[in-house]
């Protein structure tokens, strides 16, 4: 389970960690991704929301779609954004660009990035990335040996 900000830096350095392992241990590895949108980052509340309006539209695989866009577009994040940021990424990914901004301008996902940040706080993440290998946390992000050694002492093969 990782705890993440869409426009946390640490959490964008992060994610090709999460990827390789992924790859090299992909019978024994299953990613949950939930929201932790730090309050000292002004865009990552309306990404995490962004990227569930991505899913209520387009499912699983559009919220994955949207993850991506959005880490890619980390440093863009970390600035100010213009009002068609995020529904030009909806159009990239052929959404109903209307339902979308219905969506993301309604705050109808936000309850979802809510309740991850609960239960978020309830497990004792403190910061981002938080990553749980099997109950563990492993804390912000680490290098890729490091990261598998916490898979592989949880009894991932690859």
Avoid at 37 to 49: G, R, T, V, Y
Avoid at 152 to 157: F, I, L, P, T, Y
Wanted: net charge neutral; proline share 4%; with cysteine.
């Amino acid at each position: 389970i990782e705890y993440s900000d869409f426009q946390c830096p640490f959490c964008g350095r992060h994610e090709p960690t999460v990827a390789k392992v992924l790859k090299d241990f992909p019978k024994d590895v299953r990613l949950v991704y939930r929201h932790y949108p730090l309050s000292f980052h002004q865009n990552a509340q309306k990404s995490a929301a962004a990227s569930e309006c991505a899913a209520k539209l387009g499912g699983n695989d559009a919220f994955w779609t949207m993850h991506d866009k959005l880490f890619a577009a980390n440093d863009a994040l970390n600035g100010a954004v213009g009002a068609d940021f995020y529904t030009n990424i909806a159009k990239d990914m052929r959404l109903d660009v209307a339902k979308f901004k219905t969506c993301l301008d309604s705050g109808e996902t936000a309850s979802i990035v809510s309740a991850d940040t609960t239960t978020g706080n309830n497990s004792g993440v403190e910061g981002t990335p938080a990553t749980f290998v099997n109950g563990k946390l492993v804390s912000g992000a680490v290098p890729y040996e490091t990261f598998k050694a916490a898979v592989v002492a949880a009894g991932a093969k690859n």
